[in-house]
């Protein structure tokens, strides 16, 4: 078991385990391996014989489970040299031939876990779930078999209040590994490339390094703040845009295309309902992507900046469909002053977010004064203040949005 770190090999593994890892570092075949150890008892991970024989494998979605931890490159079946386990998706198990069983579950569905037990979990990107406590809390009271149940947290480090917790538990053992840490078993350049960009900063602390990076004290947003703005009922909705924030070119190195939907409910309040944002396509294929989300959620109209192409904007998007309703806005203040009152907003409960979009939160959490820590445009974020400052107006102090022509 190659992967497993060295110490570990002749101590075995802590019941409680949190694994903090940078992108490429290991993590998920860390997991699988410790998943295989455990259905098949072998040691250190488990005691020589005596496999745990109900697992659970718990993951952001179900398809992230399937997709990555059961049938990905580094995943269960991939890595599995005997034994390998036959993936049940109807009942959505994995059968080892000793009898052992991993049932899988998702974040989204945080009342699927009341009920099962387990003698072992392996948590997958726990970072990023949805209901992301509720979820870990009912896990926790289905771990209750066996003489030391086991459970496996592996993740990109993000300061969740459910990461947070976990490090401050003095039941769990933290590790973490750093991109580097695996750089045999990456393609070649592949870092050298990743640390040009972003060595140094935030993204890439927390993407290569593993760090566990907080809040930016100066930012205008916090994880705790978003993490209470997620909606547990979509309310029916009045009114819904599409926001497009293009970008100056179309080559990969460009800034992204912000492209961001919200509607407003009953009352006023605001809710985000997705972030389809882009980067190195064509005007016509950004169009055509915001479009496309325009037609999906049955959006009024698509809001889009001007500033950086002027007419072009609407006459790319009416290429894309003649149809379309489109209103341009042209910005007046800065970013910073844009997105303030935005913000303010947030902080009242008047804005609200369907689902989780990671993307567009890390640059909430990261911009400031002097705008994102790594020097990119907030498009994202743009595309957000322009969504907001369309349906919230008047608590903006905005006049209307004019129409094209």
């Known amino acids: 078991m190659t992967c497993l770190p060295g110490r570990y090999r002749a101590l075995g593994v802590p019941d409680n385990w949190l694994v903090l890892g940078g992108r490429g570092s290991g993590k998920t075949r860390l997991g699988a391996e410790w998943t295989i150890a455990q259905a098949c008892g072998l040691p250190p991970i488990a005691e020589a014989g005596r496999p745990n024989g109900r697992i659970a494998l718990v993951g952001e979605t179900l398809g992230d489970v399937r997709e990555v931890m059961i049938d990905g490159p580094s995943g269960i079946r991939s890595v599995a040299r005997c034994d390998r386990p036959r993936y049940e998706p109807t009942r959505r198990r994995l059968l080892w031939a000793s009898g052992a069983v991993a049932y899988v579950f998702s974040s989204e569905d945080p009342e699927s876990l009341r009920g099962p037990q387990f003698m072992a979990a392996w948590c997958d990107e726990a970072a990023k779930w949805k209901n992301a406590e509720h979820c870990f809390d009912m896990l926790q009271f289905g771990l209750r078999l066996g003489q030391r149940p086991k459970q496996l947290i592996t993740t990109t480090p993000k300061p969740t209040s459910l990461i947070k917790r976990l490090m401050g538990d003095p039941a769990f053992e933290v590790d973490r590994y750093s991109t580097r840490d695996n750089a045999e078993n990456l393609a070649e350049g592949f870092i050298a490339a990743l640390e040009g960009r972003y060595a140094g900063t935030r993204l890439g602390r ?34 819904i845009v599409v926001a497009v924030d293009p970008p100056a070119g179309s080559r990969k190195t460009s800034d992204a295309c912000g492209i961001v939907a919200a509607g407003i409910a009953d009352g006023g309040r605001v809710v985000v309902l997705a972030d389809e944002s882009v980067r190195g396509l064509k005007p016509t294929e950004w169009a055509a992507r915001a479009v496309a989300l325009y037609h999906r959620l049955a959006a009024d109209c698509i809001v889009a900046e001007v500033n950086q192409g002027g007419d072009m904007v609407a006459a790319v998007i009416r290429t894309v469909d003649a149809s379309v309703a489109v209103k341009d806005v042209r910005a007046q203040r800065g970013k910073w002053l844009r997105a303030e009152p935005v913000a303010a907003l947030y902080a009242q409960g008047l804005v609200r977010h369907a689902g989780r979009f990671p993307e567009l939160e890390d640059e909430m959490c990261d911009f400031g004064p002097n705008g994102l820590s790594d020097g990119h445009s907030p498009d994202r974020l743009d595309a957000l203040v322009w969504a907001v400052t369309d349906l919230l107006p008047r608590a903006l102090g905005e006049p209307r949005i004019r129409d094209f022509g």
């Open 206 to 239: 927390q993407e290569l390094d593993g760090e566990l990076i907080e809040d930016r004290e100066d930012a205008l947003w916090t994880r705790a703040g978003i993490e209470g703005a997620y909606l547990a009922d979509m309310p029916e909705l009045q009114r």
